[in-house]
């Protein structure tokens, strides 16, 4: 990037920072927009069938995202084209130095643990280093299944060891700020050798012996061991490995975490784990800015054949025209490091944007989506979440599923509704809850069994 380039982008956003107005919680303020049709190519084209849909509209829709909001992947999803590319993937698998797949008795015997780790090395190099990309990887099987099982795959926010109380989880290392924070909002974290005392410290948010009685198997791994999460990360993550131009349409974060959920499904289906896994019933899931990064995880890879949102917000699910709660300025401000450089052009004309999120919806299309809101999560937006949803059920209608099954309206709270496109308003805070995992778990075995 040109130092110029890089003057620019200082003070747009030193300057955006400045004149940003503050977050808007009333319905009554909301500016009037018009959404673009998603059934309409940019040249004018209705799309009336899936073949236009598939050949012309959704490849266009899904450039325009990477180019002009997410940007591209880092690399390649498979072991094929990474080495192509310069790249290998070595998986090691350790735990307690005992094959990949075996029983460890977990939950009262409810399920088996697994733990792998993967690194990603440059061809060449004989076997993996300290200075190669770590991606420690937590799986647990059901027991009480026959033939292979559902997955769902998330990555979390404070490491692996803080999803269940389970001691045989490793600790590794994790992001902080010197004080024990974990904020990285002023580029003050560092890496620090994960505490017990966190063990399990976020395990109302997986509800792991929920899913295992319910017969699925689950995946996560640290996001941090993919990328931190703050403006700088990316000379610590994956991206370190490779060039990084400073083009303006190169992928940051999210699409780097979202490349680490499908670099985690592609792992594990080249292992005996497929054995055991029905890697044709794949959920991609995530909570909040990783919400996001599993909405655009599944727009990408149609490998994740069910992906569900919660509490997503802005550059999620919810609609950035609606410039309620959190915003495209807002975030892309707070957090620049999110989405690619090219996104922060439309601070402040959102109505611009030559898409909005209902159409990040559509690119899942037909593949069953699931969207969750909370009511106290004003900052997400969740009638703007709802309403992607709504607006993406044409696309989903065209490709010969019930989209949202006829809803209009937004449902009253803890009142889940919808088709192939589910949704939910739930009470309390933004959080992951035992309630949406039921929802979540209701939804997938409506459609994995």
């Excluded at 049709?37 to 069938?49: F, H, I, M, N, Q």
């Excluded at 909040?288 to 054949?305: D, E, I, Q, V, Y």
């Amino acid at each position: 990037m040109s130092l110029f380039r890089v003057f620019t982008l200082v003070c747009t956003i030193l300057l955006s920072a400045s004149l940003l107005p503050p977050a808007n919680f009333d319905e009554a303020k909301i500016p009037q927009f018009e959404l673009p049709d998603p059934l309409t190519t940019a040249d004018g084209r209705k799309v009336d069938s899936p073949k236009l849909w598939n050949e012309i509209r959704r490849p266009e829709l899904l450039k325009l995202f990477e180019e002009q909001m997410y940007g591209k992947a880092p690399l390649p999803f498979s072991p094929t084209e990474l080495k192509t590319a310069g790249f290998e993937k070595i998986f090691v698998y350790r735990s307690f130095q005992q094959p990949p797949v075996y029983r460890v008795p977990v939950f009262n015997d409810k399920g088996r643990r697994v733990q792998m780790t993967l690194y990603l090395v440059k061809v060449g190099e004989d076997n993996p280093t300290d200075n190669d990309v770590i991606v420690n990887v937590l799986i647990y099987l059901p027991n009480n299944a026959t033939g292979k099982v559902p997955l769902f795959i998330g990555l979390n926010f404070r490491g692996n060891h803080t999803v269940a109380t389970d001691p045989g989880i490793r600790l590794g290392t994790v992001w902080k700020t010197p004080q024990g924070g974990w904020d990285g909002r002023d580029n003050v974290l560092v890496p620090q050798p994960a505490k017990e005392e966190d063990r399990g410290s976020m395990a109302s948010r997986w509800q792991i012996e929920k899913i295992l009685d319910r017969g699925y198997a689950v995946a996560t791994a640290y996001y941090g061991d993919i990328e931190p999460d703050f403006d700088g990360g990316s000379k610590f993550g994956v991206r370190r490995m490779i060039d990084q131009k400073g083009e303006s349409d190169e992928g940051n974060a999210i699409a780097t975490w979202a490349w680490g959920l499908s670099m985690i499904r592609e792992s594990i289906d080249t292992t005996s784990l497929s054995e055991l896994i029905d890697m044709d019933k794949v959920a991609v899931i995530g909570h909040s800015r990783l919400g996001k990064t599993a909405l655009w995880a599944g727009a990408m890879n149609p490998k994740f054949a069910l992906v569900i949102s919660n509490n997503s917000g802005s550059g999620g699910a919810a609609l950035s025209r609606r410039e309620f709660g959190e915003t495209v300025a807002l975030t892309t401000t707070a957090r620049p490091h999110w989405f690619c450089d090219n996104f922060k052009k439309y601070i402040f004309n959102v109505n611009s944007l030559p898409f909005d999120q209902h159409e990040l919806i559509a690119l899942i299309a037909p593949r069953p989506v699931y969207i969750a809101s909370a009511v106290e999560d004003t900052w997400a937006d969740p009638k703007g979440e709802f309403l992607s949803g709504l607006y993406a059920d044409p696309v989903y209608k065209l490709l010969g599923t019930d989209g949202i099954a006829g809803i209009t309206e937004m449902p009253e709270v803890d009142k889940p509704v919808g088709g192939t496109i589910g949704y939910h308003i739930r009470t309390d805070k933004h959080d992951v809850t035992e309630y949406d995992w039921e929802q979540f778990l209701n939804f997938a075995d409506k459609h994995f069994k």
